[in-house]
């Protein structure tokens, strides 16, 4: 017999036939498509943050960290646990973007001198993704 899935409330719930890759870049496309309450997508501010340190700052208070090869995705933040609620990684994005093409977990950010566990994703697969 095969139980229902649990009801979590404000979280989409639900299995596809989508493989582990494509929800990986699901989940990826969806985090680019997210707009900051100031108003910018974070695709938008990350293509200009790979030159431009100054647009830093601004993905960092969403949870994304801006390397010269590489993102890092806080896997607990404010911002990131809204975006992602009414979805399929509601409760677990990291585990779909640590699915990506050379991504893989750290521990090494620091925020208020705590160390935050992150998802550490390579520039050229998210540029892929967005092309």
């Known amino acids: 017999m095969i139980k229902p899935m649990p009801q979590i409330a404000g979280c989409d719930v639900r299995f596809g036939a989508h493989s582990e890759d494509e929800d990986a870049a699901n989940c990826m496309r969806h985090l680019l498509s997210a707009t900051a309450a100031t108003g910018f997508v974070i695709d938008d501010k990350l293509a200009l943050a790979w030159g431009d340190h100054s647009h830093h700052r601004r993905l960092r208070d969403c949870g994304l960290f801006v ?25 677990n994005w990291q585990a779909a973007l640590v699915q990506l093409p050379g991504a893989f977990p750290d521990q090494k950010i620091e925020r208020f001198n705590v160390r935050k566990r992150t998802v550490v994703i390579p520039r050229a697969t998210i540029e892929a993704i967005q092309s």
Do not use: G, P, Q
Request: with cysteine.
């Open 67 to 91: 390397r010269k090869s590489h993102l890092a995705v806080m896997n607990e933040h404010w911002f990131l646990s809204e975006h992602f609620i009414d979805t399929t990684w509601c409760l």
